[in-house]
């Protein structure tokens, strides 16, 4: 009975072994690992922290923790206070109103409520800093529970320098699409003048053409068939080759004037100076027949009835 006794008293206690309260040597080895095991994961935990805390403080990017019920600044590094120039313990008594100007606040606000409902995954917006001076951000941004409160991790890249080149880069292209547009308008200047300098020289081809045609083989005719004393005719000659790259043989032969080659030829004759006996002598004609001519001439060039020299005006042709 006394054993018995003894039995129920000891599970009544909840002592697994006899009074005297030792642990059993089989349960010692089990909780010794136990321990061994809390000690290791209370190194590597330790270990962790001491990780993130060294990339959190050697970030180049900036780094702030804020609040989300509140949006005051929990944590921020040293990155961050540099960007802003502010100290760490004054950033810490900041919200996210005082690191945006006051005009973009609304719309920054309503850029970081999209982030958060997974919208916008990083976001440029306009800072602050502590001197006043305006610069741009890009923002990415993820919620997580900190010390029990729900935060809002925000990494800052400041892309200021980026803007700047962005903006000249867009400053060269406009001046590109300036000096192209201008490049353009000379090439076609440039090809409206080669056009015109073409027209040009097939106008001066035509005339030689038309003053060779109409004017200078006509006397050659007459040379070969004067045979003879053919002074005159080489003078006439050497006057028309002077025109040889006039317009006058082309005007003569427009197609509204309606003159004969034969009263081409006595305008030809006119225009070197030559009188109407010279012409006749030339032309085996009589001085009648050339006054004819002259008279014609004068008729389809609208002078008739004009007191307007022949000769004057067939060597402004």
């Known amino acids: 009975m006394k054993a018995n006794k003894k039995s129920y008293r000891s599970a009544k206690t909840g002592r697994t072994g006899g009074s005297s309260g030792e642990i059993p040597p089989a349960v010692k080895p089990a909780l010794r690992e136990s321990g061994s095991e809390l000690l290791r994961a209370e190194a590597a935990l330790r270990e962790s922290e001491a990780r993130y805390h060294a990339l959190f403080e050697a970030s180049a990017d900036g780094i702030l923790i804020a609040d989300l019920k509140t949006r005051m600044f929990r944590y921020a590094n040293p990155a961050i206070?540099?960007?802003?120039?502010?100290?760490?313990?004054?950033?810490?008594?900041?919200?996210?109103?005082d690191i945006h100007p006051p005009v973009n606040l609304p719309s920054v606000i309503a850029t970081f409520e999209a982030q958060a409902r997974g919208e916008v995954a990083v976001a440029s917006v306009p800072c602050l800093r502590k001197n006043g001076e305006i610069f741009y951000v890009d923002i990415n941004t993820a919620k997580a529970p900190?010390?029990?409160?729900?935060?809002?991790?925000?990494?800052?890249?400041?892309?200021?320098?980026?803007?700047?080149?962005?903006?000249?880069?867009?400053?060269?292209?406009?001046?590109?699409?300036?000096?192209?547009?201008?490049?353009?308008?000379?090439?076609?200047?440039?090809?409206?003048?080669?056009?015109?300098?073409?027209?040009?020289?097939?106008?001066?081809?035509?005339?030689?053409?038309?003053?060779?045609n109409k004017i200078i083989l006509p006397i050659l005719k007459r040379i070969?068939?004067?045979?003879?004393?053919?002074?005159?005719?080489?003078?006439?000659?050497?006057?028309?080759?002077?025109?040889?790259?006039?317009?006058?043989?082309?005007?003569?032969?427009?197609?509204?004037l309606k003159l004969t080659p034969k009263e081409i030829e006595v305008s030809n004759m006119v225009k070197a100076g030559m009188t109407t006996k010279e012409i006749a002598g030339l032309l085996n004609a009589s001085s009648q027949t050339v006054d004819k001519h002259r008279n014609n001439i004068r008729k389809k060039l609208g002078l008739a009835n004009k007191s307007v020299n022949l000769v004057s005006f067939l060597q402004g042709l």
């Open 81 to 97: 206070c540099r960007m802003f120039g502010y100290t760490g313990k004054e950033m810490l008594t900041l919200g996210v109103r």
């Open 146 to 212: 900190i010390d029990g409160r729900e935060c809002n991790i925000g990494i800052f890249r400041d892309i200021t320098g980026r803007l700047k080149v962005e903006e000249a880069l867009k400053r060269t292209c406009a001046d590109l699409e300036v000096e192209k547009k201008l490049l353009e308008d000379k090439n076609i200047a440039f090809r409206e003048a080669m056009n015109a300098v073409e027209v040009e020289k097939n106008k001066l081809k035509d005339d030689i053409i038309v003053n060779v």
């Open 224 to 256: 070969r068939l004067k045979g003879g004393d053919s002074r005159k005719h080489l003078d006439l000659l050497e006057k028309s080759l002077g025109t040889l790259i006039s317009s006058f043989g082309r005007r003569l032969t427009e197609k509204h």
